[in-house]
């Protein structure tokens, strides 16, 4: 006779697995993809455009006004004046602070010209940007060279530290973030 | 009495040894979030080329245009993987040698001006309508400034008046 079968039979449970072999594979193409595209340091563009022939700059009529900003950057500190002054109340001088260029009060001093100096735009009129194409309002000011500021240095300056007064001179930016343009228009050039 | 145990070979239950790729997961869904955050679209049009460029709060996007390197060993044409190149090889897209730059007798860069007279044409003979006026610098911070004057003021004359420096976003904001 034969023995009975024993019933304690061992259930085997397999737990159910999730198949992740198809998001891997999704992962493998899409991290070199990223890789390649990924921006480590994020750069951009600090334009620049040389001012017309002295022909056409001078081609204004005499009754303009005109702010002549310049910023000379010496290797005792910056020297600002307006209208061409070499003393006088038109005329700052911000030596260097330990050392390095006082760029925190180069800007300070800039913003209260443009505040008392310049103001607010009188008029706005249309026109159309050379580079994208797109027409935009540009603001009409009491003085015709309300934007530019003339940046002149030593040949030998290093360039950051004209990037640097470019970026003091062209806008600040108040406690909320809201940026307030200055002297966006540069006109590079150098002291002999 | 208790069943002898029984003589049948015993079942074995053989389950396919399978890879764990759970943790791999997990690295790669980290991997994934960061590169998707730094993720650009800008970044395969523009890779620094020089790695000391000036910090700058420029915000302005880099755009594809004529790009040229400025070294402290010369003026190069900007081309793909420049950066990875030897001295050797960078020799071959040399524009203006450092030589150029220091002359006291030059106002400007008489290389440059034969390259860019030689794009313009190349540009004319290709039947491109309307002239390229923008040029793209990529220039190291400590280049000395009369060198960036002398090479605005090469452009410029040849037509290219529309100069974009490729700087290094400063995120403060600040002067």
Redesign the interface.
């Known amino acids: 006779m034969a ?4 019933r304690k039979r061992k259930v ?1 449970t ?1 737990e159910p ?1 999730l198949n ?2 198809p ?2 594979n999704l ?1 493998v193409v ?2 070199p993809m ?17 001012p017309p022939s002295e022909v056409a700059a001078d081609s204004g009529t005499s009754e303009e006004k005109r702010l002549d900003l310049v910023v000379n950057v010496l290797p005792r500190g910056y020297e600002v004046s307006l209208f061409g002054a070499t003393s006088g109340k038109d005329y700052r001088f911000i030596g260097k602070k330990g050392g390095d260029y006082n ?2 009060e ?2 300070d001093h800039l913003k209260r010209l443009h505040q008392n100096r310049v103001g607010v735009a009188i008029d706005t009129v249309s026109e159309v940007d ?2 994208t194409g797109t027409s935009y309002r540009r603001p009409i000011w009491e003085y015709v060279d309300a934007e530019v500021v003339s940046i002149a ?12 007064v ?3 001179a ?4 108040d406690e909320e ?1 809201v940026v307030h343009p200055l002297f966006p228009i540069p006109r ?3 002291i002999q | 009495m208790a ?2 145990p ?1 003589k049948r070979r015993r079942l074995k ?1 053989t ?1 396919p040894a ?1 890879l764990m ?2 943790s ?2 997990d690295i ?2 980290i ?2 979030l960061f ?2 955050k ?7 049009l ?1 890779h ?1 080329s020089v790695a000391n ?11 594809k245009t004529l790009s040229l390197v400025l070294t402290s060993s010369g003026l190069y044409e900007d081309v793909e993987g420049f950066v990875d190149l030897n001295v050797a090889r960078r020799a071959e897209y040399r524009i203006a040698p450092v030589s150029e730059f220091r002359s006291e007798k030059e106002v400007t860069l008489p290389s440059l001006e034969v390259f860019l007279k030689e794009r313009r044409q190349l540009e004319s003979s290709l039947g491109k309508a309307g002239l390229s ?2 040029m ?1 610098i990529q ?8 060198w ?2 002398r090479l ?2 090469a452009s ?1 004359t040849s037509g290219y ?11 403060g ?3």
Request: net charge negative.
């Open positions: 023995y009975r079968p024993s085997v397999i697995e992740i072999t998001i891997m992962m899409l991290i990223l890789l390649a595209v990924a921006q480590f340091v994020q750069v951009s563009l600090l334009e620049y455009q040389p760029i925190q180069l800007q050379p580079v240095a030593r040949g030998g300056t290093p360039f950051q530290e004209v990037v640097r470019i970026d003091a062209r806008s600040w930016m973030g590079l050039g150098q | 069943f002898a029984s239950t389950q399978g790729l759970t791999m997961m790669m869904v991997i994934l590169l998707l730094t993720y650009a679209v800008t970044g395969a523009m620094p460029l000036p910090v700058s709060t420029a915000d302005k996007s880099p755009r006026r923008e793209t220039a190291e911070k400590d280049i000395p400034y009369a960036i004057l605005i003021n410029s008046d529309i100069l974009e420096f490729v700087v290094e976003t400063d995120a904001g600040g002067p």
